[in-house]
C-alpha cells in the first residue's frame, strides 16, 4: 500500500511539473492572439461616395467686357458636368487618451477624355488636392492625431486637420455636423497644429464650451535639383523669400443642449490670419510677380436646431475678411495688385449666409442666401459646386430638396442662381459687373 502511495505520488508530482511548461505554451499563443486581435481592434474604417451631376444652365456677362486675369465677356448655356468622389476614413483608437483620424480621396469627372488648358495651378495646390477632379489619384485629405492630457481638458493635435465640411455644410444631406471649423472661414485643407481646451466640466449642465488655438505654417521653397532644398527660394522678380510663413486661428466654440424651446444652438468665433505669401506668375505668361498676399477675417457662426421642437433648423454666418495685397502680379505692368490696381492695399468686406432647412419625416427642403460685399474675398477649395457660389460678389440664391432613404443614403437635387454686383476678386481691380450664372444639379450621397 506505501509503495502504490508513493508510485501514485511521484505520477502526480512528474504531472504536476509538465503541467506548467504545457499551459506557458498555450499562454504565449493566446496573449499573442490577443495582443494581434487587440492590434486590429483599435481601428475603425468609414466611407463617403458622392456622384454628382451639374448643369450650368446659363452663365453670361457682358460688363465688364475685359477683366484682367479672368474670362472676357461670354454667354454660354448649358454646360453639363458628371463627377464623382470617394473618401475612405481610417480612424484609430490607440489608447484611452490618443486617437489618429485619416482619410484618403479620390475625386474626378467621369471618363475624362480631353482637358483644355488644363494646368495644376502654381499656388495653392496643396490646399485643394482632395477637391480638383482632375485624376484617379488617391491624395491625403486629412491625418492627425489628438493626445489628450489626462484630468486637464486639454488637447494637442497635430497634422492635416478636419478644416473642410463645416457647419452649415451638413445641413444639405441631413447630416450631423461633420468639421471642426464654419465653412465660412476656413473651407481649404490645411495642415497645422494646436491646443484645444475644453471647459464643459465648469459650465452649467447642458453647456459645452470649448477654446482652440490653431497654428498653420505655409512652406515657400527651393525644391530644383540644382541646389536642393539648402537653396533659399526667391521672386520671379527678385528678393528672397522665408521657406516658412506663419498662419494661426484662435476660436470659441460654445454649444447648449436640450433647451425648451429647440433641440440645441450652436456659437463659434474664429479670427484667422496668415503672413506675407508669394503669389508667383505661371511660366506660360512670360511675365514676372513680386505680389504676396496676407489673407485674414473673423467668422461669426451661429446655428439652431429643431426649433420649436420641429425639424426646423437655421444657420447664420458672417465673414469679416481682409486681404492685403504686395507688389505685383505682372511685375512691369501697374494695376496688377490681386484685388487692387495699386502696388499696395488692405481691402476689407463681408460675406453673409444664411442657410435654413426643413427635416419632414425622410424628406429635407433647404435653402440658402449668400451676399458677398465688393470687396469681400472668402478663398474655399473644398466647395462642391463648380462656380464658387459661396464666393458671390452680390446676391446668390440655393434651393434644393433631399431624400432620404434610411439612415446613410441621400439624393438631392438643387438649383442655384448668382447674381454679381462685382467681378470676383482676383489680378487687378474688382470692378462692377452684371455676371449671372444659373445651375441645376443632381446629388447622391451614400455614407458606410
Not at 71 to 79: E, G, R, S
Amino acid at each position: 500500500m506505501k509503495n502504490n502511495f508513493k508510485k501514485i505520488s511521484a505520477a502526480f508530482i512528474a504531472g504536476m511539473l509538465m503541467v506548467p511548461t504545457a499551459q506557458a505554451a498555450t499562454l504565449e499563443e493566446r496573449v499573442a492572439e490577443l495582443e494581434a486581435n487587440q492590434s486590429l481592434n483599435i481601428f475603425s474604417f468609414s466611407g463617403t461616395f458622392n456622384t454628382r451631376f451639374d448643369d450650368i444652365l446659363s452663365a453670361k456677362q457682358t460688363q465688364p467686357a475685359t477683366v484682367l486675369g479672368q474670362p472676357a465677356t461670354f454667354d454660354t448655356k448649358d454646360l453639363t458636368y458628371l463627377r464623382m468622389k470617394f473618401q475612405f476614413n481610417i480612424d484609430a483608437n490607440v489608447s484611452k487618451n490618443v486617437k489618429f483620424y485619416s482619410r484618403l480621396t479620390t475625386s474626378k469627372h467621369f471618363n475624362t477624355f480631353y482637358q483644355q488648358s488644363y494646368a495644376a495651378p502654381a499656388v495653392g495646390a496643396d490646399l485643394g488636392s482632395s477637391n480638383d477632379y482632375s485624376s484617379t489619384n488617391v491624395v491625403l485629405e486629412k491625418a492627425y492625431v489628438d493626445m489628450t492630457m489626462p484630468d486637464t481638458g486639454l488637447t494637442f493635435f497635430i497634422g492635416r486637420l478636419p478644416t473642410v465640411d463645416g457647419q452649415p455644410q451638413n445641413y444639405k444631406d441631413g447630416r450631423a455636423r461633420m468639421g471642426t471649423y464654419p465653412m465660412l472661414s476656413y473651407d481649404s485643407v490645411l495642415d497645422g497644429m494646436g491646443l484645444s481646451y475644453k471647459l464643459d466640466q465648469y459650465m452649467p449642465q447642458g453647456h459645452q464650451l470649448a477654446l482652440r488655438a490653431l497654428y498653420t505654417p505655409f512652406a515657400q521653397y527651393y525644391a530644383g535639383t540644382s541646389g536642393g532644398y539648402y537653396t533659399q527660394p526667391s521672386k520671379q522678380a527678385g528678393g528672397s523669400l522665408p521657406t516658412s510663413q506663419a498662419g494661426y486661428g484662435l476660436m470659441v466654440d460654445y454649444g447648449l443642449n436640450d433647451m425648451s424651446w429647440a433641440d440645441n444652438m450652436g456659437l463659434v468665433l474664429l479670427n484667422f490670419q496668415t503672413a506675407d505669401l508669394y503669389y508667383p506668375a505661371p511660366s506660360s505668361a512670360g511675365s514676372s510677380s513680386s505680389l504676396t498676399l496676407a489673407v485674414g477675417g473673423t467668422t461669426l457662426a451661429w446655428e439652431l436646431n429643431g426649433i420649436a421642437k420641429t425639424g426646423w433648423d437655421l444657420s447664420a454666418s458672417y465673414l469679416a475678411s481682409s486681404l492685403k495685397s504686395n507688389g505685383r502680379y505682372i511685375s512691369s505692368t501697374p494695376g496688377t495688385g490681386f484685388g487692387t490696381s495699386k502696388d499696395e492695399d488692405t481691402s476689407t468686406g463681408g460675406v453673409m449666409l444664411l442657410s435654413t432647412r426643413y427635416r419632414l419625416g425622410s424628406w429635407i427642403i433647404g435653402g440658402e442666401w449668400v451676399n458677398g460685399s465688393e470687396n469681400s474675398f472668402y478663398y474655399a477649395t473644398a466647395a462642391e459646386d463648380l462656380t464658387q457660389f459661396y464666393s458671390t460678389h452680390g446676391n446668390g440664391y440655393h434651393l434644393y430638396f433631399t431624400k432620404k432613404f434610411g439612415q446613410n443614403i441621400a439624393a438631392r437635387v438643387g438649383y442655384m442662381l448668382q447674381d454679381y454686383d462685382y467681378t470676383p476678386t482676383s489680378v487687378g481691380a474688382v470692378v462692377e459687373s452684371d455676371r449671372k450664372i444659373e445651375t441645376a444639379y443632381a446629388n447622391l450621397r451614400l455614407d458606410f
